[in-house]
């Protein structure tokens, strides 16, 4: 190629068309269950370095790292198998559940609002906040249970092929 000032040198279209990827050539597979290591990954650290008792927003962050690791895990299925959907279920009830204490949570905390505005209602939703607190406290303890289903080591052997 031809440059403005009239010199040659090599350039892009030398090098076009790319070569095609290795994995469409046949000489290796694509390990598609890396794209779900690093999400995975993050998720248990993240929950086995909280405390005993997390507070709402590591749970809701605990919420947003099941979401990506799920996603990744579903994106997998075509080519791992029932190995990953069963992974991804589990992570779908974590988050369930994460769901559940989240709402209860942004109910509560509205509800707290709106007493202190209008005083005509506190007593009905101070009321209504300590329903809240009890769905908080149910969830709250459920996500462990899950939690403990989905961080199973034999769900995420396929992880490592």
């Not at 050539?25 to 598609?32: A, D, N, S, T």
């Not at 990954?41 to 799920?70: C, F, T, W």
């Not at 709106?114 to 769905?135: K, N, R």
């Given at each position: 190629m031809t440059s403005a000032d009239g010199s040659t040198s090599a350039c892009w279209t030398a090098l076009w068309p790319p070569s095609s990827p290795r994995w469409k050539e046949g000489e290796g597979r694509l390990p598609l269950s890396r794209l779900a290591r690093r999400p995975w990954r993050r998720l248990h650290k993240y929950v086995e370095a909280l405390d005993d008792e997390p507070a709402d927003a590591e749970l809701h962050r605990i919420r947003s790292l099941a979401k990506r690791a799920r996603y990744a895990a579903d994106a997998c299925v075509p080519a791992v198998g029932n190995a990953a959907a069963?992974?991804?279920?589990?992570?779908?009830?974590?988050?369930?559940?994460?769901?559940?204490?989240?709402?209860?949570?942004?109910?509560?905390?509205?509800?707290?609002?709106?007493?202190?505005?209008?005083?005509?209602?506190?007593?009905?939703?101070?009321?209504?906040?300590?329903?809240?607190?009890?769905?908080?406290?149910?969830?709250?303890?459920?996500?462990?249970?899950?939690?403990?289903?989905?961080?199973?080591?034999?769900?995420?052997?396929?992880?490592r092929s």
């Amino acid at each position: 190629m031809t440059s403005a000032d009239g010199s040659t040198s090599a350039c892009w279209t030398a090098l076009w068309p790319p070569s095609s990827p290795r994995w469409k050539e046949g000489e290796g597979r694509l390990p598609l269950s890396r794209l779900a290591r690093r999400p995975w990954r993050r998720l248990h650290k993240y929950v086995e370095a909280l405390d005993d008792e997390p507070a709402d927003a590591e749970l809701h962050r605990i919420r947003s790292l099941a979401k990506r690791a799920r996603y990744a895990a579903d994106a997998c299925v075509p080519a791992v198998g029932n190995a990953a959907a069963e992974s991804a279920a589990l992570l779908a009830a974590l988050q369930t559940v994460l769901g559940e204490h989240h709402d209860a949570v942004v109910t509560r905390d509205w509800l707290q609002r709106q007493a202190g505005v209008i005083a005509s209602i506190s007593f009905v939703a101070g009321e209504m906040a300590a329903l809240e607190l009890g769905h908080i406290g149910v969830a709250a303890k459920r996500w462990r249970v899950e939690w403990g289903s989905a961080s199973r080591s034999g769900n995420w052997r396929w992880l490592r092929s």
